[in-house]
């Protein structure tokens, strides 16, 4: 008996904490802070085309239903199709865009339809925090 709590106690241990599969809450949030992370970096990288800067805004926020029209608009967009990272962004967000209709469609909660806030960002206290230092 001592032996087979052991071997559960060893076997528990070495299982990661987070052995439960993604939701699809889960997979559509950490998706979206990617496309908005990625979208930062090439706002802000030196070496991309100009035309990057032409690109319409890409801040996601799951819970609001905007969020929709936003990634059709953006994939749609016509320009900086030469530009790998605009390219592999725009796949991105294609597949959060299906993700949303499809597989997550009846999972998820729309809190609010204000398309402005998606064009406006809300900085977190942390980094308001560190853009004030």
Known sequence: ?????????????????????????????SLSKEI???FKNLQTSKTVDSCVETLPRLYLDIHNYCVLAKLRDFVAYPGCDRVDEVNELKEKARSLYTILISYCRRDLVFLTDDCNALEIPISSPIEHS???S
């Open 36 to 38: 908005t992370e990625s």
């Open 1 to 29: 008996m001592k032996m087979l709590l052991l071997l559960i106690a060893l076997l528990s241990a070495a299982l990661p904490a987070s052995a439960a599969p993604p939701t699809c809450y889960s997979r559509v949030l």
């Open 130 to 132: 560190i853009t004030e």
